[in-house]
């Protein structure tokens, strides 16, 4: 049983295309976050929400923007994609926002995204 | 000046040595450090954390914490081929009634037999 799935593993698209990333966590946790891995393999966090709500908004360009239907997914869309999104973006999640040392995160397998 | 920095490596150790993998970290204020260890291709998994001063064993890692020298560090015993991957250290910001995790760039640890 996976705990925190995202779809589609690999994405491959032109730039300016739009794209979604979708993530499911089963593991019951109330926190969900999206961090971006770029080459250099620097994981810098993006969003975070609970329970549905928005908590965390990095600065991030706005053509990204994450939906949570529901605390048990949190999906990221992308439009007009650029170069310089290649990256590989890990969904995480966590029970509790503010008990993180006893609620580490829990990563997703990663989505590479490859703008061409 | 980056809020968690890490040697990128790689660090090259044989098998059975200790490796050891430092951090340092810029805000002071911190409370909580975690190492998470990667390997090529995958996603990051939890091996420790601590938020007291000095060093916290679990099997083969120790992690050590000095937070007047804002210095984390992992030691890894009797390392094996096994344990060569990226390993990257956490640091929480506690702020606004939520966490946020800021990673280090990560160390590259290579054990070869």
């Known amino acids: 049983d996976t705990a925190v799935s995202q779809t589609p593993k690999y994405l491959v698209t032109q730039m300016g295309n739009d794209k979604s990333i979708k993530c499911e966590q089963n593991l019951g946790h109330d926190t969900m976050y999206w961090y971006k891995q770029d080459s250099k393999k620097f994981l810098k966090i993006m969003f975070s929400?609970?329970?549905?709500?928005?908590?965390i908004n990095e600065t991030v360009p706005n053509r990204f923007s994450p939906k949570s239907p529901d605390k048990a997914h949190l999906n990221l869309h992308i439009n007009s994609l650029e170069l310089g999104d290649s990256a590989v973006y890990f969904c995480?999640?966590?029970?509790?926002?503010?008990?993180?040392?006893?609620?580490?995160?829990?990563f997703g397998n990663g989505t590479r995204l490859t703008v061409t | 000046q980056k809020e968690v920095e890490q040697n990128s490596g790689p660090l090259s150790v044989p098998e059975g040595a200790i490796a050891s993998l430092n951090c340092t970290y810029s805000?002071?204020?911190?409370?909580?450090f975690f190492w998470y260890r990667q390997y090529s291709g995958k996603s990051p998994e939890l091996i420790m954390f601590?938020?007291?001063?000095g060093d916290k064993e679990d099997g083969r890692f120790t992690a050590q914490l000095n937070k007047a020298s804002q210095y984390v560090s992992l030691l890894i015993r009797d390392s094996q081929p096994s344990d060569s991957a990226t390993y990257l250290c956490?640091?929480?910001?506690?702020?606004?009634?939520?966490?946020?995790?800021?990673f280090g760039a990560g160390t590259r640890l290579a054990v070869h037999p």
């Open positions: 929400y609970n329970n549905k709500e928005l908590i």
């Open positions: 805000d002071r204020g911190s409370q909580s």
């Open positions: 995480a999640s966590s029970q509790d926002k503010t008990a993180i040392d006893n609620s580490p995160l829990h």
């Open positions: 956490a640091v929480n910001r506690f702020s606004g009634g939520y966490n946020k995790l800021i």
């Open positions: 601590i938020y007291s001063n």
